[in-house]
């Protein structure tokens, strides 16, 4: 196969690794605002803080995996704080007062990074078994971004499996269409929405786990990356997974493929599409109106 | 007569006191006073759609930075511009985004509201970055020049470089700004607004167009940022993409209006007077913004979510309690 060929995948590739991982971080958003009507502003600090706790963790460890199982969890004990004290507390005064609320926890969180890591690019590497290329057919393929596509749908089958083949996913799910009726049968509905809320910034943990290696570590991140997936959400429509999949997808092809051809275009190509999309349907692609 | 000359006295002394501030503080603090009073006007103008309308808007920048960069790019350009021109197509500049954007918006409230705006900000200061040889990219335009407020044959006084005089314009231009709006709130139309916020339903049936007023209260919103913004870019002889359109400016006044208060319509006035007192005090021991805007939002929205506006009110209630009480305890 020929140069321009291979281009072409390994870009493919590359675009469709960055959108998984978007995937996870948008899904993550979703699977909050879905459930408990919360559209989760800190979510990309959330995302951001993961990868500085994996950071620590490959510092104190000198293990990549074991990054991968802690650091998302710490990220979600830090979430599930964040909703049992903070969120709950202003659910009465509606969406206003959440969004400005988590505003202010996103910004907490960035400044608190800074405070405690500074604001240099920390460099985490790639764990020597997922260095390198495979060879599929006549093409190479990194391994990292294959490793990066093959968690994302891991994690997306485990979410899938826990929302719709458990006890637990059940009353999720039905505390999500009567709540006040799933609480008077006796199931405590704020602890399953705390757990819901620590699944969703687990999910944006393990992007940020996961993207640590490729970007380095940055308090810019929660901009860079965090604001991609909020435009995912809002694109793909607010509370809709099938939605976000499509969308993440479209946008690391177009970032990945707009770098290649046009750099310095490549963010205007990603926000116009989202307008435009908006411009048609006001509630994203797949969004419900409210 | 006495009474009428009793409700003016306040106004009265506080114009004078106006007046005089260059006198009392100093030039140094001219910087301090201006930006006090755009960031007072950009706030009210962002409560009429958060406070009056009940839309929360994440991307009031925009309006900002489209009055910034109008006035900049029309002085840069066109010569010999005098100032009220210049001023007007600040405005001109952001009615017509608005007039652009109003159409996608109005429709949807709430969250999708909110994000659209961050979004479509985002897209302006994206295109305000790239677009190198019209808005100057990431430095923006500097040094243009600054026309003298004047009226033809009569007088005329020099804004560049002379603080006091530029302080004596934005407080006569903002002051107006903010007693259209007073005005504005206060006609038949504005409580509209208000009963769009409480249920929009109910203002559907009696016969108002619910889209159609929240348009025109976005666009006069958007009209008000650009009087703000148009005068902080010539106060500041400068337009940046992240002075004026980043996401930090559509927060800022989110914080005044919340700090103030968004129930009242001198709210985000109080709240901007405070933040600008905040910034003065901890930045000089810090340079954690996001830090202290984080604490802010927070204390805020959990403690007092209705400003310092509402946390007076409470305090007069209790105080009225307390007299009551002691005067029956008397009898």
Known sequence: ??????????????GIAFGMVLFLIAAGLNVIFGMMGILNLAHGAFFMLAAYFCYSVVAMTGSFWAALLIAPVLTALVGVFVERFFIRKVQIMGAMGELILTLGVAMLILGGVKFFWGTENLPISVPPVLEGMVHIGALDYPIYRIFMIVL??????????????TRLGKIVRAAVSDREMVNALGINVPLVFMFVFGIGVWMAGIGGVVIAPILTVFPGLADQVGMYAFIVVVTGGLGSLKGAFIVSIIFGLLSSFGIQFFSQLAPVLIVGFMAFVLAIKPHGLFGVKE | MIDKMKRWLPWAALIIALAFVPKIFGIYYMNFFITFAVFAVFSVSLNLLLGYTGLLSFGHAMYFGAGGYG??????YIWNLPLLPALSIGILSAVLLALIVCPLVVRVGGTAFAMMHMAFAQLLYVIALKSRFITGGEDGLANFRIPPFSIPGVVSFPLEGAPANFYYFAIIVLGASLWLMWFFTKTPFGQIQVGIRDNAKRIDYLGFKVTHAKAVVYIVSAAFAGVAGSVYAMFQNVVAPDGYLGLLVSFTPIINTMLGGIASFFGPVWGTAIYALIEEIIFRYTDRVELVIGIIFVLVIMYAPLGFSGLMLKLKFKWMMFKNKRMRQAA
């Open chain 1, 152 to 165: 994302a749908l891991v994690v997306l089958a485990i979410m899938t499996l826990l929302l719709y083949k």
């Open chain 2, 71 to 76: 006035t900049a790019l029309a002085l840069k």
């Open chain 1, 1 to 14: 196969m020929d140069v321009t060929a291979s281009m072409y995948a390994a870009q493919a590739i590359h």
